[in-house]
């Protein structure tokens, strides 16, 4: 009633969203940006995995979305992947392998290796190291697996909505 005092608590309550909220923010709260290299004619679009895991489990997902994990053709891709991931994230798994053939790393996108940048004395292979993780200082490492985050890599641009993310992430 008007003027009266209540003192139950609340325990639940809903709130709902659109899309309209924020075009950087799709259905399952994961924030998409986009990056467009020099040497790419329409961007890409960049995300972290939804949970800690394995790199082929992060694959698997990165798949999933329409992408692979991130494959790093530049210096300038590789600042703004550290700058918007592993700066916040700390360490992730990234797309580079040499699982295929020990000693011969190749992006799982299949794209060339144009340039690397390794954290001093790696690759080493210690333990047999075989799957690429960028560090928060933006150098590289192989490791033998472990539980981190993935970044994924989008490069499908078709969004038949237009609400600005890829049909894959809607």
């Known amino acids: 009633a008007e003027g009266s005092v209540s003192n139950a608590l609340w325990n639940q309550f809903d709130v709902t969203f659109n899309e309209e909220i924020s075009t950087a ?11 467009k290299s ?4 329409s961007p890409h679009y960049y995300l972290l995995t939804d949970s800690s895991g394995s790199w082929l489990d992060a694959e698997a997902q990165a798949v999933a979305l329409g992408g692979h994990l991130v494959t790093i053709n530049d210096a ?12 916040p994230f700390g360490t992730l798994w990234m797309g580079f392998s040499d699982v295929a053939s020990e000693g011969n790393f190749t992006w799982i996108s299949g794209e060339p290796v144009t340039f690397t940048f390794w954290n001093s004395s790696q690759p080493d292979n210690f333990g047999n190291e075989d799957f690429g ?38």
């Open 25 to 35: 923010i799709n259905g399952l709260n994961r924030v998409v940006h986009s990056y």
């Open 38 to 41: 020099s040497q790419s004619a």
């Open 76 to 87: 300038n891709e590789n600042t703004f992947i550290t700058s918007t991931f592993t700066g």
């Open 133 to 170: 993780q960028i560090y928060n200082t933006g150098r590289w490492n192989d490791a033998p697996g472990g539980s981190l985050r993935g970044i994924v890599e989008v490069t499908q641009l078709t969004d038949t909505d237009g609400d600005g993310l890829v049909n894959v992430l809607d």
